[in-house]
């Protein structure tokens, strides 16, 4: 399963498997959303997705991309380096 924070907002991206292909998305607040690959509400409160963050997440996210997600999040200060995942 591949789940990241999105490096400004820092709401949550978790791939799920019901339905197949769809992404969870959990805000700061608590809300939460399923969204398509694409973006598109599926249900849950939360009805915005960040649609790039939506197709890593659904689709997989190679390990550079991963790192690269790692690194900005470090730097926006949403992630400690000693963490070691997102």
């Known amino acids: 399963m591949v789940a990241l924070r999105h490096p400004l907002s820092g709401t949550l991206?978790?791939?799920?498997?019901?339905?197949?292909?769809?992404?969870?998305?959990?805000?700061?607040?608590?809300?939460?959303?399923?969204?398509?690959?694409?973006?598109?509400?599926?249900?849950?409160?939360?009805?915005?997705?960040?649609?790039?963050m939506c197709r890593w997440v659904a689709n997989g996210v190679n390990a550079a991309d991963r790192a690269a997600i790692m690194a900005a999040s470090v730097k926006a200060g949403l992630l400690r380096e000693s963490e070691g995942q997102l």
């Open 13 to 52: 991206y978790e791939q799920i498997n019901d339905p197949p292909g769809s992404v969870r998305v959990v805000g700061k607040d608590g809300a939460e959303g399923v969204f398509d690959e694409s973006g598109r509400h599926l249900s849950g409160e939360r009805r915005t997705a960040d649609i790039g």
